[in-house]
């Protein structure tokens, strides 16, 4: 058994705290990343993964050793030699108890990361992208990407925004809606980049974007400082000022979750689900329409306003009454 599968019981206050801040949870820590270097990694894949750990930061690690392992993504157990030609984007057919661990994985209880981002260069597929995410400590889903050019954060001499800052994150193209690669490929990148959840924000607290746009077969990756200037009016006017890092990418290959392992990872708990409010509807504009239920009215009982003109004469107050007489009588 592995030494991070086993069940260990906590010996002091420290790690008992450690320990319950793993626990399954209604709502979940913020997801961090592992960004890894593989062996072969060349100079621009590794300042992309550094200039993505600066996005990242606080919720990231960066791993800075170089990890040499065939095709960089398995690490074989103790005592058992690599397995040649392995690869994150290829599934392994060997014997269970032969299979050494994911590589991914293995990092992945170590760190309490659920993102990943690992970084390659070789001859077949140079400059080269995995980023993926996990589910209970398991490869839900992966997309290999290759960078084609590449801008970084140093090159751009301007100021930078300060750590920690949740980014706006945009998505341009009709890809990102229809076709399921770059539909998956949408969520994959929100949940990597989206920082933690706000109840509120201020206009002062937006200050930089993430744009996406899907185009020709590429993915377009700019990242824009947001400038509020004076307009005249209470609105500020927006610019958008260049801040890096500029990639653009190309779509290789994808290793996706099936669909109801996807549909598990997405089950929201009872506690969490908000509750039905019976009788209260919404049309497709947002109006709110509410149902009220009532007991039947009789409007002759209504009081109206008592004006002179609407007294009722001698005559018809005898007549009304003879009337209610003759319904008792049959009723009865």
Known sequence: MDALDRVVKPKTKRAKRFLEKREPKLSENIKNAMLIKGGNANSTVTQVLRDVYALKKPYGILYKKSHHVPCGILVPQPGMEPMPGTHAMEPIAVEAQSKPPDYQEFFSKKSDCSLFMFGSHNKKRPNNLVIGRMYDYHVLDMIELGIEKFVSLKDIKNSKCPEGTKPMLIFAGDDFDVT????????????????????????????????????????????????????????????????????????????????????????????????KKKNISHDTFGTTYGRIHMQKQDLSKLQTRKMKGLKKRPAERKAEDEENKSKRIKKN
Request: charged content about 30%; some cysteine.
């Open 180 to 275: 399921e690669d770059y539909r998956r490929l949408k969520s994959l990148l929100i949940d990597f980049f989206r920082g933690p959840t706000v109840s509120n924000i201020r206009l002062a607290g937006l200050e930089y974007v993430l744009h996406f746009t899907a185009l020709n077969g590429k993915i377009y990756f700019r990242s824009y400082k947001l400038l509020l200037k004076k307009s005249g009016c209470r609105t500020p006017r927006i610019e958008l000022e260049e801040m890096g890092p500029s990639l653009d990418l190309v779509l290789r290959r994808t290793h996706l979750a099936s669909d109801d392992l996807y549909k598990l990872s997405m089950k929201m708990p009872k506690a969490l689900k908000p509750k």
